[in-house]
Each structure stands twice: as C-alpha cells, then as structure tokens.
T-cell receptor, first 110, second 115 residues
Framework: QKEVEQNSGPLSVPEGAIASLNCTYS??????FFWYRQYSGKSPELIMS????GDKEDGRFTAQLNKASQYVSLLIRDSQPSDSATYLC??????????FGTGTRLTIIP | SAVISQKPSRDICQRGTSLTIQCQVD?????MFWYRQQPGQSLTLIAT?????????ESGFVIDKFPISRPNLTFSTLTVSNMSPEDSSIYLC????????????FGPGTRLTVL
C-alpha cells in the first residue's frame, strides 16, 4: 500500500527559530509532493509543491526533496506564532490523486 | 488557483436521514474530489467525481452510501445516505485546475454531526 508518513508531533519551536517538518513516502516512483497548512477548524491551504530533487524556496518556506531517500521536508524560517497549525504532507503516486500523511501539529512559542 | 465554496458549512442531522453537500468552483477544473476528515485525523479520499459519469470510489466507500454527481465542470454534490453517528466528520471537496500538475485546492469543508 502506498503511504505517506509524518511525525504527528506536537512539535514546539520558539518564535524566530527554524521549524523543520519531515515526511517519508513509500513509492519510489512518486513524482510530485505537496505541503498543506491547516489551521484548526479550517480547510487545507497549499503552501508548497515540489517536483524535482533539491530545494525550493518561497519566502520563509523551503521545501526539500530527496527522491533517493524518499524523503521530503519543509523548513520554516523565522517562525511566527501565526505558523502554528497542522502541516500535511501529500504525494501523488502517479494516479492523479493525492495521498496525505497524518499531519504534524506545529506550535510556535512566543 | 481556484476558489471553491461548499454548502452547507455545517449541519446537525438525525440518524437514518441523508444530507447532500454542494461544491461550486469559480472556474473549470479538470478533476474534482471528495474527502472525509474525521476529528484529529488526516484526509481520506472518498471518490473522484467524474463529469457526466459515475464517480470512482476508493476502497471502503460505496456509491449507495455516498452517491456523487458532477453535472458540469464546476459543480459537484456528495450525498451522505442513511447517516449514523460514525458519519460525523468534515467533508471536503477539492479541485485540480491544471492537467499538467497535481495541485489540488480545497473548499472550506462541511462539518457534519449525526445524532
């Protein structure tokens, strides 16, 4: 079965520090990966997509993909209290559908 | 991106009844999906809504329980039939706007409570 795995947390990070969120996936053939942010009581909001090995930066967010290790991560620099949310990792296993991980709950401590 | 709306935003229903959830997208999308998110859990795909034909259901979900319609490229409905308290959940629709990427955008969700 094709799976996406995340540490459920909670992960607590001081304000201003770097938050690092990790995700592994089971299918080496996966081509596309996504990070969504979900605030409590809200729907998932797309933060980043990444398709190629290496880093992709967007403002304070950096996604990192290592296909050989089947590993994708999200770094949040200069963490803010507004970054406190659940972060969902998702992968496409080649069938136009997304498989989601269980999510990591992140708390930024002022 | 796409702006997706859902109606109703929430509802409280009695067991044995049915509820139809509507999903409207502000632009044409190539694919639409329905997910369920149970309290404290991640998203589980129920089905892919196919325009003009029967939906494609994931393992564990059946058409009799979750009938889905998609009459055009911007609208879909999900019905939760013969509800039980175990159906209490958030139901989310999503759309994929670009056939060259796998990015999905989500509606705000429908919070369903079954008594």
């Amino acid at each position: 079965q094709k799976e996406v795995e995340q540490n459920s947390g909670p992960l607590s990070v001081p304000e201003g520090a770097i938050a690092s969120l990790n995700c592994t996936y089971s299918d080496r053939g996966s081509q596309s990966f996504f990070w969504y942010r979900q605030y409590s009581g809200k729907s998932p909001e797309l933060i980043m997509s990444i398709y190629s090995n290496g880093d992709k930066e967007d403002g304070r967010f950096t996604a990192q993909l290592n296909k050989a290790s089947q590993y994708v991560s999200l770094l949040i620099r200069d963490s803010q209290p507004s970054d406190s949310a659940t972060y969902l990792c998702a992968a496409n296993f080649g069938n136009e559908k997304l498989t989601f991980g269980t999510g990591t709950r992140l708390t930024i401590i002022p | 991106s796409a702006v997706i709306s859902q109606k109703p935003s929430r509802d409280i229903c009695q067991r044995g009844t049915s509820l139809t959830i509507q999903c409207q997208v502000d632009s044409q999308v190539t694919m639409m999906f329905w997910y369920r998110q149970q309290p404290g859990q991640s998203l589980t795909l129920i089905a892919t809504a196919n325009q003009g034909s029967e939906a494609t259901y994931e393992s564990g979900f059946v058409i009799d329980k979750f009938p889905i319609s998609r009459p055009n490229l911007t609208f879909s409905t999900l019905t939760v039939s013969n509800m039980s308290p175990e159906d209490s959940s958030i139901y989310l629709c999503s759309g994929k706007t670009d056939s060259s990427t796998d990015t999905q955008y989500f509606g705000p969700g429908t919070r369903l409570t079954v008594l």
